[in-house]
């Protein structure tokens, strides 16, 4: 028995071991894949439910690994916050969103606003609105179309620095959303302490809005509010008609989701914008 728990103790340890070095590993590969430009931005679609039409795409990381493929940001973006580097992969993504943005307008395709999403961690140790007006500036693109998309952990933060950044880009016309909008417990007070233009309603009440009468119930109630404080609405993980209904029954502004299109690469998602511009 005592051999057993002693070998039950050095397999914990191994396993304990063999995550570090994972981790370690990972870390290197992030720092590598900044410098040999491996991240890839993925668009994905946000319609307009009044008019039918793409108003906006939602900007997703993938890592394009030399060994394992194209890698899901649940893979690394936790890593990433851990060591620091999500603030220079975060100022990449900024840079790269408005550089696409200003391209797509260029080639005449339809206006259209790109959302990117942020990290607390960012505000923390980056300098966000510099990093944003810098990529404004290099990119040319009117600030009307970004849109930062805020997670409630920045929010609760609560610093006089994220306040600051998120006034100073509003008068410039960059436009704030609330990500996963529902999901965390003190969502209300900070409505009214920060200026933001939508919420985002999260997956986890779209995903069986059509089966689930309490989920219904929690929607309904946030695009009211949120109506009444005049903010927009997005509902995110539509995956199917059903909901989209009941969603347009409630007075949501836009969608999300499978159902429209899965996230997509730059090139084809310049394809589809001109494919919505002939319809
Ligand atoms: P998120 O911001 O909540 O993004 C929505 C996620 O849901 C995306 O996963 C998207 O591909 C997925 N999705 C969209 N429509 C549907 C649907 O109809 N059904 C289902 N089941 N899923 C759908 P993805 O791309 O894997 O991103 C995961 C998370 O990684 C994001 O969640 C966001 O928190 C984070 N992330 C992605 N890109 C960035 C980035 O550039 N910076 C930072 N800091 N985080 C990012
Ligand atoms: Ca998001
Ligand atoms: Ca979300
Ligand atoms: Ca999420």
Redesign the pocket.
């Known amino acids: 028995a005592k051999e057993a728990g002693r070998n039950a103790y050095r397999f914990f340890d191994e396993t304990m071991n063999s995550e570090v070095v994972a981790n370690l590993s990972l870390r290197n590969g992030l720092r590598r894949a900044l410098d040999n430009d491996q991240f890839v931005l993925h668009y994905?679609p946000q319609i307009d439910l009044a008019s039918g039409t793409v108003i906006g795409v939602?900007?997703?990381?993938r890592w394009q690994h030399p060994e394992l493929g194209l890698m899901?940001?649940?893979r690394f973006?936790t890593v990433a916050e851990e060591s620091g580097l999500?603030v220079p992969i975060?100022e990449w993504?900024i840079q790269e969103a408005c550089r696409q943005a200003a391209c797509w307008q260029r080639a005449g395709l339809p206006k259209i606003v790109v959302a990117?999403?942020?990290?607390a961690i960012?505000f923390r140790r980056g300098d966000v609105e510099h990093t944003v007006v810098r990529a404004l500036d290099a990119s040319g693109l009117d600030p009307q179309f970004l849109e930062l998309?805020l997670t409630e952990s920045i929010l609760l933060q609560g610093t006089d620095s994220v306040f600051t950044t998120v006034r100073e880009l509003k008068k410039l016309g960059v436009k704030f959303s609330i990500?996963?909008f529902g999901t965390g417990y003190s969502s209300l007070s900070y409505l009214k302490r920060f200026a933001v233009d939508k919420l985002k309603i999260d997956?986890s009440f779209v995903r069986d809005l059509t089966h689930d009468s309490d989920d219904a119930a929690i929607i309904r109630a946030i695009v009211q509010m949120a109506h009444s404080l005049g903010l927009r609405t997005i509902a995110?993980?539509?995956?199917n008609e059903n909901v989209l209904e009941q969603l347009r029954g409630f007075g949501c502004n836009e969608a999300?989701?499978?159902?429209f299109e899965r996230?997509m690469s730059a090139e084809a998602m310049s394809d589809y914008l001109e494919k919505s511009r002939q319809s």
Not at 58 to 61: D, N, P, Q, T, Y
């Open positions: 994905q939602e900007a997703l990381i899901a940001p649940g973006i999500i975060g993504v990117v999403n942020l990290s960012q998309e990500d996963d997956q995110e993980g539509v995956e999300q989701g499978y159902h996230p």
